[in-house]
């Protein structure tokens, strides 16, 4: 996959002095969908900004689809729907008549036939004649996405699509972007949940303080997270791990008494069981026992006190 944003060093101090972005460098894929995940105050809401060219970055560049966001602006912000975080819709606006509205702001001839795709992809074309104001707060919430996809822009940003919102509206979001990606829309989202990154992102990137401080696939972020560490203590030590032990995935420390054993707690049978039965066939006596695991959470919490330190 070829990159659709290219963003280098991009530097933001905003006119008080606070570097809100501090040298962000990353490429984002024409088809994924990227989950930025931090605590308040991040800089998540400044990166979209600066890369939708509402903000202008102090240094550093960003190029949509090889569009310069502030020399070839127009072009840039043609190929993107933003959807805010606050939901700002006029109260005694239909719904088809908002989206045509955002439509012709782009300059876009009207095409009430692509509107309606996407309102029936939304859910939302039976509400199509509904003032805003009658809406719910998932409905408002989709309107806002429909206005953002009416000029037909490949890359969709959502800024904390689910702030505020219960459990059941957060998995119809989830939905609603599953669907978006499917048709082949770009998405980047903001999110202070680490589930919701879990549940939708094909990547994931962690910031804080004004930088990235990882961007990884989630399937390996994952498959970090599944796994658990046994840390058995020995007794005695152990100049190496005894041949009949070798049908189990262990690593004996240094000093030869400490054997670590990693497996998988996705799995069905972790090996424990069996594992101990063979050390005590062995011969060898336990000192003691302790298990060790990584979430994302755990990756998460280390990375952002690390990098507040
Ligand atoms: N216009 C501005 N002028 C000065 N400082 C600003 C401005 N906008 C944002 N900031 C500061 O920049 C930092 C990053 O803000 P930003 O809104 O990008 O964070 P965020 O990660 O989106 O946070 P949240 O999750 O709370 O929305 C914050 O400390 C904020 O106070």
């Not at 905003?14 to 800089?43: C, M, R, S």
């Not at 809401?45 to 600066?50: A, K």
């Not at 822009?153 to 499917?182: C, Q």
């Not at 796994?227 to 030869?256: M, R």
């Amino acid at each position: 996959m070829s990159p659709i944003i290219e963003i280098r060093d991009l530097q933001k101090t905003y006119a008080g002095g606070f570097q809100a972005l501090k040298g962000v460098t990353l490429d984002i894929d024409a088809g994924e969908i990227l989950a930025l995940l931090g605590p308040n105050g991040a800089g998540k809401t400044t990166l979209i900004s600066t890369i939708c060219g509402i903000t202008n970055p102090s240094r550093g560049t960003v190029a949509v689809d090889g569009h310069d966001v502030v020399r070839s602006y127009r072009q840039a912000r043609q190929m993107i729907g933003l959807v805010p975080q606050e939901i700002n819709l006029e109260p005694f606006t239909t719904v088809i008549d908002t989206v045509r509205f955002s439509r012709g702001l782009f300059g876009k001839p009207r095409d009430d036939a692509y509107l309606e795709k996407i309102l029936r992809q939304l859910s939302l074309w039976d509400k199509r004649s509904a003032r805003t104001m009658e809406l719910s707060g998932g409905m408002k919430r989709r309107v806002m996405i429909a206005k953002a996809l009416s000029h037909e822009p490949r890359i969709l940003f959502l800024d904390e699509p689910t702030a505020g919102v219960d459990v059941e509206l957060r998995k119809e979001m989830w939905d609603v972007v599953a669907e978006l990606k499917a048709g082949g829309v770009t998405i980047i989202l903001t999110t202070h949940y680490i589930e919701e990154a879990e549940a939708i992102a094909d990547r994931v990137g962690v910031i804080n303080g004004g930088e990235l401080l990882l961007v990884e696939p989630k399937a390996d972020l994952m498959r970090r997270m599944g796994q658990k560490h046994l840390q058995i203590e020995l007794q005695d030590t152990l100049p190496e791990i005894p041949e009949s032990l070798n049908a189990h995935d262990l690593e004996l420390d240094p000093e030869g008494h400490i054997l670590r054993y990693t497996y998988d707690t996705r799995k069905e049978r972790t090996g424990i069981t069996g594992l101990l039965t063979d050390i005590a066939a062995a011969g060898l006596v336990l000192r003691d026992i302790q298990t060790q695991e990584s979430s994302l959470e755990d990756i998460f919490v280390t990375l952002v006190k690390e990098n507040a330190a």
